[in-house]
């Protein structure tokens, strides 16, 4: 079980099931050894800085050179005076099963040196706000994302769905369609409740009173309960002595209190992330009974990429499935906050800038599109409707001081010069010109400069 922080295999051995995945051998030295970048590094260490500084022209590294790689491409510091841009691709708040806010977890990602921070919360983007407003005090840019709790059914009856999760990574806009993806994972949070629930009715027939009352506590208001919330609830009552004993005697897939909720088939929420104008990625597939098959499935239904990469190394098995099937090859901490030896710090997995480079070649054209299919519905309609699908995410500033901020906001942070000056962004422009925002009963002219 991983999607509630835990790595727990219970399952039989599965013609699908990969032995023992061997992570890529580091050197023995500290750090490896240190080169320069190939030429092929560099170009892309430039392109992919230039797009987490887009709105920071003043902190954009002037040129790679202050920046090496070690055996593995991975990004080394020079001293002080040297940059690595770092993503972070996987992080949880309390707004799921994390334990720190939004603000908190934002603050301790620019603590930790990250640039760019993925908020990937279980089935929900309640936190994107709150952390898009801490963002802009610690000039780090945010990922709007959120991690989708499914089910994978196997073609016949000879194996068990497995539970699958997929991180959905969106635009400074979010969903093309917010409603859409709300309604559907609206349904999935309801189904959290009714198998925390069920967890709790469990434990009370193992002899273990554990209440209900209790684990909404530890949840917080609004909040669908998940596993690590009952596991919780076990520590506080004294029934075990740690979070991974909760999960290894109880709440383990398929263990004696282990429940299933409402969850959605794997293939229709990938499908929903690209309606929805998304990136869509595997999570942590080392957890799967029968991972070949289901990724062999999930690329048909137009999944893009994979976690391959750990704060301790590349697992090269996954990594050959992700080359295999063409997929991207990605990862993160998947932090959240409870703290341990266990758990990975936030920033601690170090991608390599080839790989941060083909992560967003894939991802900036979805991107620019859904940021365009959003302003042009605006540009068709300027209704308050699809005037809050612009500023839903718009970084938890005040109102628009003026209509030029509405395009700032949405194409300066996210889109290069050459991304916005195209004939599409102009004809919107001259479109938004002519129209003004209401906002407190005031019109506000949209300026096209």
């Known amino acids: 079980m991983v999607g509630d922080g835990f790595i727990i295999n219970h399952s039989t051995n599965s013609s699908n099931k990969l032995e023992s995945p061997k992570k890529t051998k580091k050197k023995k030295k500290r750090g490896g050894t240190k080169k320069k970048m190939t030429t092929e590094q560099t170009l892309a260490f430039k392109s992919v800085s230039e797009w987490v500084f887009l709105e920071q022209a003043s902190s954009l590294p002037s040129t790679a050179a202050s920046c090496v790689v070690d055996d593995f491409g991975v990004q080394k510091s020079l001293g002080r005076g ?76 000879s194996e ?54 209790h684990v909404s506590r530890i949840a917080g208001k609004g909040v669908a309960p998940g596993r690590l919330h009952v596991a919780r609830a076990l520590v506080e009552a004294g029934y075990v002595e740690n979070l991974k004993q909760a999960f290894s005697r109880y709440l383990f897939d398929g263990g004696p209190a282990y429940s299933t909720g409402s969850e959605p088939l794997a293939e229709e929420a990938i499908q929903m992330i690209c309606d929805t104008g998304g990136v869509a990625v595997l999570a942590h597939p080392w957890s799967l009974k029968n991972p070949v098959t289901i990724i062999r499935r999930l690329k048909e239904a137009g999944l893009h990429g994979i976690e391959v990469h750990r704060s301790d190394g590349k697992l090269a098995v996954y990594s050959d499935l992700a080359e295999t099937y063409d997929l991207l090859k990605l990862g993160g901490s998947d932090y959240h906050g409870r703290g341990g030896h266990g758990e990975s710090e936030l920033g601690s997995v170090n991608l390599p800038v080839l790989v941060l480079r083909d992560f967003l070649k894939v991802a900036r054209p979805i991107w620019c599109r859904s940021i365009r299919h959003i302003l042009e519905n605006y540009a068709e309609e300027p209704s308050d409707f699809n005037l809050a699908k612009i500023t839903r995410f718009g970084k938890g500033v005040s109102p628009l001081s003026c209509g030029k901020d509405l395009i700032d906001r949405c194409l300066s942070s996210w889109l290069t010069n050459e991304e916005r000056q195209n004939a599409v962004f102009e004809a919107i422009r001259l479109k938004l010109s002519h129209v003004s925002i209401n906002q407190g009963g005031i019109q506000v002219p949209v300026e096209s400069k």
Request: net charge positive; glycine share 6%; hydrophobic share 35%.
């Open 160 to 213: 068990p769905e497995e539970p699958v999760h997929i991180l959905a990574y969106y635009s400074s806009c979010g969903p093309t369609s917010f409603e859409d993806l709300e309604k559907f994972l609206s349904n999935i949070r309801d189904g959290r409740y009714l198998r925390a629930k069920t967890m709790v009715s469990k434990l009370n027939m193992l002899k273990l009173p554990v209440k209900w009352e």
């Open 82 to 157: 040297g940059d690595k841009v770092v993503f972070e691709l996987h992080s949880h708040s309390k707004c799921s099963d994390g334990f720190l806010s939004p603000s908190k977890l934002v603050e301790r990602a620019h603590g930790n040196g990250v640039k760019v921070l993925a908020l990937t919360d279980h089935d929900t983007m309640s936190g994107i706000p709150e952390a898009l407003e801490a963002a802009r005090r610690f000039r780090i840019k945010i990922i709007p994302g959120v991690e989708i709790s499914t089910k994978f059914y196997p073609r016949g009856d």
